[in-house]
């Protein structure tokens, strides 16, 4: 990277940054946050060193080792028109900024541009590594309003869309709403672990998915049963006097958009099983109410068919303060593509 | 085609029938039974709207071929009076496209109608290819990815109120000037809502239109609501819309009268669903899901851009009000 400070190296991460990754991590975000939990070595460990699919951190570091910015993310195997493909979700954004907010002059072959900040020639070298590559197809994320604006005028991000949440109470009716009793004729399960029925469960929906990440075991038993930093609650369906699981959920209560609530992170359920749904939502309810939650929310795409089945089952719609930003790096798919066919829950993001 | 040989300038008396012509080549070509657009009508969309005109075109020696114009409305920003500009009918011609003409035309209209003591945010639902180019040259960002709200069949939850009644009036008059002065204060930012906007937008556009007018009024008389709904094919074939509401937002007492009839209204025309647009940002979203509205996606997405960077798209997002008579979709 030319233009830099000779002691400041844009790169990958090597083994051994994750202890100035996690510094630098917990300086950017506790500033300005009375709620801030630092984050751990080992949650770090579980989130990017032992996600299936692999790492994707671009570091700027000081000569003495020194994390001052970071733009990395989580990639996901994922179903994409058929084929397997790789998506990843931009997290943890960052520059310290006692140096990576400080502005560059271009050099070599990109003189003339426009002076740049640290932070975003980091972004500009994983784009470069991971998207422009052809490694993943597609990166995707909730930015705070910063990384927004940064990401659309330098990296490329396109709206998806201005994202909403469903929720429900937890007691008493919705008005407006008549939803439909428990699912009959299917029993639920509460296991601690899945098992691999779940990968017969995500072959039969993934017939109905145009772009989604793989929700198979390998990726459910990574993002939720060796998470780390939360607790999530499974539940699956089978049919009665059947093994092989109809739907599963998961749950955990959470903060979402700046409220306290039960959060529905997890669903894969074949469209045709609308009793399956019912007895998991129907779980996930009484769940709510048991762990002392007002409400229930999950957030699903207004073109997935479950946006509607959810507002039928006595579901309101609202907005949150999220903005969901994406980039095709390869295709020729634009946001208005993956706002119709790209199917995501909440539990795609790390916001739960 | 150089483009040198183009010159852009506002609208002069006697451009309309060259704007018509460019009109239909543009949107009405191939598209056989595409409403040809009036004269009439133009004049009333462009030229009698009591909060201005906003119309720049693009010449090629004495002919029109293109145009970038909005139709202004005055609006309540925090308090003050500002004006929006909603983008419409921004068109190329087909053979004189490839030239940045496009962008030739609107950057002068912005440098003529854009700014802070002007009109304060641009806004609209462009077509994709509109949008491609402004998001790319002319700084439009996403409000927000539009969602409808709507009933099918279009029966009420709620029994209508005793005590209030809902009369259809052909023009609102002094009483959405009463209404105004109650409502307003409550927005952050919205169109003003008054007899001259409404009066304009709903009582003198051209009959093919068929807006309903209805005012909800108190036992004593005094308007406690107002309500324009329109049979259109608005994201189905046939539906009814409620084009505008102006009602307190503590008065579900006339929301449900006003809904109660616009409910009968979509019966009465054989319509088999109601719809409407309201930000999610306003209590209207959440209270039509009470009344048994479900909230679907849509193709739209209001874009806006502002000339004050203090409404950039998360402020527009979370305080400004509109519905779709703050469009031209219906």
């Known amino acids: 990277m ?83 493909v790789t998506f990843h979700q931009a997290v943890d954004s960052m520059a310290d900024p006692r140096h990576g907010r400080s502005l560059f002059p271009r050099e070599g072959r990109e003189k003339g541009r426009r002076p740049t900040s640290l932070f975003v020639r980091t972004a500009e070298f994983f784009v470069e590594r991971w ?43 919705t008005p407006g709403r008549s939803p439909s009793p428990p699912g009959a004729g299917v029993v639920l399960e509460e296991p601690d672990r899945l098992d691999a029925r779940v990968d017969a469960l995500w072959e039969r929906c993934a017939g109905a998915f145009r772009a989604s990440l793989v929700r198979d075991l390998p990726y459910l038993r990574w993002r939720y049963e060796e998470n780390r930093s939360f607790r999530y609650r499974w539940a699956v369906v089978r049919a009665a006097g059947g093994e092989a699981l109809l739907g599963l959920a998961a749950y955990r209560r959470g903060t979402f958009s700046d409220r306290d609530q039960g959060l529905l992170v997890e669903w894969l359920v074949p469209r045709a099983e609308p009793e399956a749904a019912r007895a998991l939502l129907g779980w996930a309810i009484r769940r709510a109410g048991e762990e002392g939650a007002d409400r229930l929310a999950a957030v699903l795409p207004d073109s997935s068919p479950w946006f509607l089945f ?33 199917e995501y829950t909440l539990g795609d993001f790390d916001l739960a | 085609m150089s483009a040198d040989t183009y010159a852009t300038r506002p609208y002069r008396p006697g451009d309309e029938a060259g704007i018509l012509s460019l009109f239909d080549r543009v949107f009405a070509a191939g598209r056989p039974g595409f409403p040809a657009r009036t004269e009439a009508e133009w004049r009333w969309r462009f030229l009698e709207n009591p909060a201005g005109t906003r119309v720049w075109v693009g010449l090629r020696g004495e002919e029109i071929v293109s145009q970038y114009a909005s139709i202004p409305v005055r609006v309540l920003l925090e308090g003050r009076s500002a004006t929006f500009g909603q983008i419409v009918d921004s068109m190329v011609d087909p053979a004189h496209r490839g030239g940045r003409l496009f962008v030739r035309t609107a950057e002068p209209f912005f440098d003529a109608f854009g700014g802070p003591d002007r009109d304060v945010v641009m806004y609209g639902y462009p077509v994709p290819i509109a949008w491609r180019i402004g998001a790319a040259l002319l700084r439009y960002e996403i409000v927000r990815t539009e969602t409808v709200l709507f009933r099918e069949p279009p029966e009420p939850v709620s029994p209508a109120p005793p005590g209030l009644l809902v009369e259809e009036v052909r023009r609102f008059g002094p009483e959405a000037d009463a209404l105004w002065a109650r409502v307003g204060p409550e927005f952050a930012a919205a169109t003003v809502r008054d007899s001259l906007h409404l009066d304009w937008r709903y009582a003198a ?55 109660a009839w616009a409910s009968a209204r979509a019966r009465e025309e054989g319509v088999p669903v109601l719809g409407a647009v309201f930000p999610d940002s306003s209590p209207w979203f959440g209270w039509f899901q009470r009344e048994g509205f479900l909230v679907a996606p849509t193709d739209y997405y209001m874009v806006g851009r502002p000339f004050d960077a203090r409404y950039d798209m998360d402020w527009l997002r979370r305080r400004w009000f509109y519905t779709l008579g703050d469009t031209d979709l219906v």
């Open chain 2, 205 to 259: 556009a051209p009959p093919s239109f068929r807006y309903r007018l209805a005012l909800a009024r108190g036992g004593g008389g005094e308007p406690r609501g107002l309500a324009v709904f329109r049979r259109a094919p608005f994201l189905a074939a046939d539906a009814g819309v409620l084009c505008d509401w102006l009602v307190p937002s503590a008065d579900g007492e006339a929301a449900r009268a006003l809904l």
């Open chain 1, 2 to 84: 030319s233009g830099l400070p000779d002691e400041i190296t844009v790169r990958e991460y090597r083994p051994g940054d994750e202890g100035s990754i996690v510094e630098c991590f917990n300086r950017v975000f506790a500033a300005g946050n009375p709620s801030f939990v630092p984050r751990t070595l080992e949650a770090w460990r579980w989130e990017f060193e032992r996600n299936p699919a692999g790492r994707r951190i671009a570091l700027a570091v000081r000569g003495s080792g020194d994390v001052v910015a970071q733009f990395c993310a989580l990639p996901a195997r994922a179903l994409f028109e058929g084929r397997g």
């Open chain 1, 310 to 342: 959810f507002q039928r089952e006595g579901f309101l719609v609202e907005r949150t303060k999220y903005v969901l930003v994406g980039r095709n790096y390869i295709g020729r798919e634009d946001a208005g593509w993956f706002r119709k066919h790209w």
């Open chain 1, 131 to 173: 998207g422009l590559s052809g490694s993943d197809l597609f990166g995707y994320g909730f930015p705070i309003p910063i990384a927004h604006r940064i990401g659309r005028e330098h990296l490329g991000y396109e709206v998806i869309r201005t994202q909403l949440l469903l929720w429900r109470p937890v007691e008493g009716a």
